[in-house]
């Protein structure tokens, strides 16, 4: 059987099912994810235990089966989990010592796919630059050693009481007042968080797509692409809902409305998350990727943190935090991460920290955000399609050379700040993409900038 290389992206697995993943590529995953652990962990001739989960996609029952014979035959002692969001997955692996966990999903994508992701003890994940490449090279290389352990052993887990216990320590529940809450799962792993976490709050709720279903019945599960918001927002303009809060398929992201309908830029939410950790712990350190609004840095400036920069992707946000000890973490993309909970991401601890950020200021979400819309303005996320990879490069060296009378960095792409505007290039880490994210101190600087810089990259 041929394995495309390609499955193996940057921070996970992730590919059509069954064409590129399919259950004998799951098998070999297993296999090859044990013998990393027991090559990079230091567990040797003793077992590894590794904790699995799975989303609601139909090929996940299958695969997550398939991989756990792999990983068995290799050596492992296994605790399936069953259905649970990926943020359960990091909470039982670090809450119960685990060697290692992984969840079958494919996050965001369209049912079509699947995918995994891999974490190893105290949920650090598993990234291309660590572990990735080497469980790739072994599968696609047919080269996983032979199994030196008796066949692991098998058993079932339940963390979803504990794992809502967990989060809802982040916030007082007391202080919340009864704010009417449109709620939309996505038909994923939310519908089985969300409801004993909100019933446990004062909030009035209205629930969308909260039964679990892999064929996406009403809409994909990707808040961030607008017409999949299009019945949040509805609803949550036709019931005058203080706020809306849409999920991912695997809940481990969370984005918000406010009460007129409108998208909250994932900038705007890391720099109101930031205010709530520094209001709770003045002083900290705050991670941020080098995508963001200047809203970020200038609030956590105005609470006495410290702001800090960082390369974007999870692997690279959550190492930064250990080694700064950062409370916490941000992306513009909608992962939100808390030393508190283990340096990982989570998709509910947000929510309820706007919600008690509103409660604790008397004010609605939209009056939050209302000094961050008037001071900075932002392009969000703009992608060009470039010919090949190889001209990746060309273009970002066109950009360092147009605008080096900037104060300009290189730890993701090219960035370059000038005193009313920013921006970052970088390149996709998949597909020959740049991405462009830029900031002007008015609309019509941003416009105007955004264009000049977009005529570059498309030249």
Same mark, same amino acid.
């Given at each position: 059987?041929?394995?495309?290389?390609?499955? @193996?992206?940057?921070?996970?697995?992730?590919?059509?099912? =069954?064409? #590129?993943?399919?259950?004998?590529?799951?098998? $070999?995953?297993?296999?090859?994810?044990?013998?990393?652990?027991?090559?990079?962990?230091?567990?040797?001739?003793?077992?590894?235990?590794?904790?699995?989960?799975?989303?609601?996609?139909?090929?996940?029952?299958?695969?997550?089966?398939?991989?756990?014979?792999?990983?068995?035959?290799?050596?492992?002692?296994?605790?399936?989990?069953? %259905?649970?969001?990926?943020?359960?997955?990091?909470?039982?692996?670090?809450?119960?010592?685990?060697?290692?966990?992984?969840?079958?999903?494919?996050?965001?994508? /369209?049912?079509?796919?699947?995918?995994?992701?891999?974490?190893?003890?105290?949920?650090? =994940?598993?990234?291309?630059?660590?572990?990735? &490449?080497? *469980?790739?090279?072994?599968?696609?290389?047919?080269?996983?050693?032979?199994?030196?352990?008796?066949?692991?052993?098998?058993?079932?887990?339940?963390?979803?009481?504990?794992?809502?216990?967990?989060?809802?320590?982040?916030?007082?529940?007391?202080?919340?007042?009864?704010?009417?809450?449109?709620?939309?799962? &996505?038909?994923?792993?939310?519908?089985?968080?969300?409801?004993?976490?909100?019933?446990?709050?004062?909030?009035? +709720?209205?629930?969308?797509?909260?039964?679990?279903? &892999?064929?996406? /019945?009403?809409? #994909?599960?990707?808040? !961030? *692409?607008?017409?999949?918001?299009?019945?949040?927002?509805?609803?949550?303009?036709?019931?005058?809902?203080?706020?809306?809060?849409?999920?991912?398929?695997?809940?481990?992201?969370?984005?918000?409305?406010?009460?007129?309908?409108?998208?909250?830029?994932?900038?705007?939410?890391?720099?109101?998350?930031? #205010?709530?950790? %520094?209001?709770?712990?003045?002083?900290?350190?705050?991670?941020?990727?080098?995508?963001?609004?200047?809203?970020?840095?200038?609030?956590?400036?105005?609470?006495?943190?410290?702001?800090?920069?960082?390369?974007?992707?999870?692997? @690279?946000?959550?190492?930064?935090?250990?080694?700064?000890?950062?409370?916490?973490?941000?992306?513009?993309?909608?992962?939100?991460?808390?030393?508190?909970?283990?340096?990982?991401?989570?998709?509910? *601890?947000?929510? $309820?920290?706007?919600?008690?950020?509103?409660?604790?200021?008397?004010?609605?979400?939209?009056?939050? !955000?209302?000094?961050?819309?008037?001071?900075?303005?932002?392009?969000?996320?703009?992608?060009? +399609?470039?010919?090949?990879?190889?001209?990746?490069?060309?273009?970002?060296?066109?950009?360092? #050379?147009?605008?080096?009378?900037?104060?300009?960095?290189?730890?993701?792409?090219?960035?370059?700040?000038?005193?009313?505007?920013?921006?970052?290039?970088?390149?996709?880490?998949?597909?020959? %993409?740049?991405?462009?994210?830029?900031?002007?101190? +008015?609309?019509? *600087?941003?416009?105007?900038?955004?264009?000049?810089?977009?005529?570059?990259?498309?030249?």
């Amino acid at each position: 059987m041929i394995i495309l290389p390609s499955i @193996f992206k940057a921070y996970d697995v992730r590919a059509l099912y =069954p064409s #590129e993943l399919n259950e004998d590529a799951a098998y $070999l995953i297993g296999r090859a994810y044990v013998a990393y652990l027991q090559a990079s962990s230091g567990t040797g001739p003793t077992a590894p235990r590794v904790a699995v989960s799975r989303d609601m996609r139909l090929s996940s029952p299958s695969l997550a089966k398939s991989f756990i014979t792999g990983a068995r035959e290799q050596g492992a002692n296994i605790v399936d989990f069953g %259905l649970a969001g990926t943020d359960m997955l990091y909470f039982a692996v670090a809450r119960e010592d685990f060697d290692g966990g992984v969840q079958i999903t494919a996050s965001h994508n /369209p049912k079509q796919y699947n995918g995994m992701k891999m974490v190893r003890r105290d949920a650090v =994940p598993l990234s291309g630059d660590a572990g990735i &490449g080497d *469980i790739r090279d072994m599968v696609v290389g047919g080269s996983i050693p032979s199994p030196t352990l008796p066949q692991g052993t098998y058993g079932k887990g339940e963390m979803l009481d504990a794992y809502v216990d967990c989060v809802m320590g982040f916030i007082d529940p007391s202080v919340i007042r009864p704010f009417k809450v449109v709620l939309d799962a &996505g038909s994923g792993m939310a519908g089985l968080v969300a409801p004993p976490l909100f019933d446990r709050l004062a909030c009035r +709720t209205t629930r969308l797509c909260f039964d679990i279903d &892999g064929t996406f /019945p009403n809409h #994909e599960a990707n808040p !961030l *692409i607008e017409e999949n918001r299009r019945d949040i927002v509805e609803r949550v303009v036709a019931e005058k809902a203080d706020i809306g809060i849409a999920w991912d398929g695997d809940a481990d992201r969370c984005f918000f409305i406010d009460g007129a309908g409108e998208f909250i830029a994932g900038d705007f939410v890391t720099a109101l998350l930031a #205010e709530a950790a %520094l209001m709770k712990s003045g002083g900290e350190k705050i991670v941020y990727d080098v995508r963001a609004s200047y809203a970020v840095k200038d609030t956590v400036a105005a609470y006495g943190g410290t702001a800090l920069m960082n390369r974007v992707g999870h692997a @690279f946000i959550k190492r930064r935090m250990r080694d700064e000890d950062a409370v916490f973490g941000g992306e513009v993309t909608g992962h939100y991460y808390f030393r508190d909970f283990y340096y990982a991401d989570n998709g509910f *601890i947000p929510a $309820l920290l706007i919600l008690e950020l509103m409660s604790r200021k008397g004010k609605t979400l939209a009056e939050l !955000l209302a000094p961050l819309r008037a001071k900075y303005f932002i392009s969000g996320e703009i992608n060009t +399609t470039v010919a090949s990879m190889d001209l990746i490069d060309g273009r970002l060296q066109a950009l360092a #050379e147009r605008y080096a009378d900037g104060k300009t960095y290189t730890i993701d792409g090219f960035s370059a700040e000038f005193p009313d505007w920013h921006f970052n290039v970088r390149a996709s880490n998949t597909e020959p %993409l740049l991405r462009l994210n830029l900031e002007g101190l +008015t609309p019509e *600087i941003m416009e105007a900038r955004r264009d000049e810089v977009l005529a570059i990259i498309r030249a």
